[in-house]
Structure formats: structure tokens, C-alpha cells
């Protein structure tokens, strides 16, 4: 444990100083660890630290593939309809909150879409904002959206407001929401 408090030092130190390190933490704390041996702890431990969690540009780089996704998915509203992109881009166990009731599950969220009896439906929507996990794994945005429909009386109905939708990578690396 001792040792794992230092492993992110490691990089930044200079040869001399690492070295010197060493020397304290082999002699202190690992008494039996020496000679050529000692060199193989020092790779690991530079090694391990260079591996630990993703680094600000990898989690640039998919903030940048959740906003990619983020295009993709209005995109298709637009262009197929807010039904097929919203289950293209539903994970299995997402959950939609529509008016303080929870739809769970790619199913229930399909039967939601056949039941309605909304015409002409325009959803829009930005994303304002991405985060994304240490990890790498988890992601959300939220942003602002612009609604409009035709109810089946006629009448045109439209809201405006806020989105927040959480992202998870499948097992095929694509991003699907689990949130919205």
C-alpha cells in the first residue's frame, strides 16, 4: 500500500533522484529486493503508473465520441423520426423518465413510442455540457431541447427545457444511453 502511494512519482522524477528513491524505499521498506532486481521493481512501477486510468487527452477523445454520438442521435431524429432513434440509441436497461413516470427497458421504451398518438413530432435538442468517467466507460451531457407536435385533436403542442442523458460504452465500444 506504502508503495502504491509512490507509484505516481515515479515519472517525474529524474534517474538520480529515482535512483535515490529507490534506494530509501528498498532499504526501509523492502529489505530483500536488490541488485538487478531492484531495476524490474523500478520498470513495473513506471509501467504501472503509465497504465493508471485514462489520461486527459483520452478523455478528451471520447468526450469528443460522445458528442459525435450526441449529433448522430438528433441527426436521426430529424431525419428517421424521434421513435427509431431513441431505440437505435437505447441501451437494453435504458430508462426514460417521461412526466414523473420511469419507462424501463428497450421494450417498455418501444411499447411507449407505439402507444402514442402524437403527429408531426419535432425534437431538437444541444448538448450544453459532457463529462465523462475516469474510467471511461460512463458519460453524460445535458444541454437544451425544443419540442413541438400535433396532438390528436389538432392542436399544436410545444415545450421547451433541459436534457440530461447518461451514456454507457456496450461491448461493442459503441455509446448508448441508459439515462434520459
Known amino acids: 500500500m506504502e508503495v502504491k502511494i509512490f507509484i505516481g512519482l ?6 538520480d533522484l529515482t535512483n535515490k528513491f529507490f534506494q530509501i524505499i528498498m532499504r526501509k521498506k523492502l529489505n530483500c529486493v536488490n541488485g538487478p532486481t531492484k531495476w524490474i521493481f523500478l520498470i513495473l512501477l513506471i509501467i504501472n503508473a503509465c497504465a493508471m486510468g485514462n489520461d486527459k487527452n ?5 468526450k469528443k465520441e460522445i458528442l459525435d454520438t450526441e449529433k448522430a442521435f438528433t441527426s436521426m ?8 432513434a431513441f431505440l437505435n440509441y437505447a441501451a437494453e436497461d435504458a430508462v426514460l423518465n417521461r412526466n414523473d413516470i420511469l419507462i424501463k427497458g428497450k421494450t417498455a421504451i418501444k411499447s411507449y413510442f407505439e402507444n402514442q398518438t402524437l403527429r408531426d413530432v419535432n425534437l431538437n435538442w444541444t448538448p450544453d455540457f459532457v463529462s465523462v468517467s475516469k474510467s471511461g466507460d460512463l458519460a453524460y451531457t445535458y444541454g437544451h ?13 410545444s415545450a ?6 447518461v451514456w454507457k460504452r456496450q461491448k461493442d ?3 448508448k444511453f441508459v439515462w434520459d
Not at 483520452?58 to 471520447?62: A, G, M, P, Q
Not at 431524429?77 to 427509431?84: L, M, P, S
Open 10 to 15: 515515479v515519472p517525474i522524477l529524474s534517474m
Open 58 to 62: 483520452d478523455l478528451e477523445k471520447i
Open 77 to 84: 431524429a430529424k431525419k428517421d423520426g424521434v421513435a427509431k
Open 145 to 157: 431541447y425544443t419540442f413541438s407536435a400535433t396532438n390528436p385533436t389538432g392542436e399544436n403542442i
Open 160 to 165: 421547451k427545457g433541459i436534457f440530461h442523458t
Open 173 to 175: 465500444g459503441l455509446w
